[in-house]
């Protein structure tokens, strides 16, 4: 298990500026791959040469990443709030 996921405010507080980079920096990327997964999910769905089973394996890993992007995203506001 790696520990650093679960850490907490309290254990944060004293590495706060540090930490808040880190963190800020990590919201701003998951950020931009909330917003870019919708038109990566367009781009495989009218991808017309790929076999039809291919696009929906290529949509189903776009979902999976929004998925695990959106999840990230509300442990890191139970970690912080």
């Known amino acids: 298990v790696h520990y650093a996921i679960f850490v907490n405010r309290s254990v944060a507080a004293t590495h706060r500026p540090l930490f808040e980079i880190v963190c800020g920096s990590e919201v701003l990327m998951l950020l931009l ?10 781009i495989a769905y009218k991808a017309a040469p ?24 509300i442990l890191l506001c139970a970690q912080n709030f």
């Open 50 to 73: 790929l076999h039809r089973n291919l696009r929906y394996a290529l949509m189903f890993s776009v979902v999976q990443g929004m998925q695990g992007t959106f999840s990230r995203i």
């Open 33 to 42: 791959v909330a917003f870019l997964c919708p038109f990566n999910f367009w």
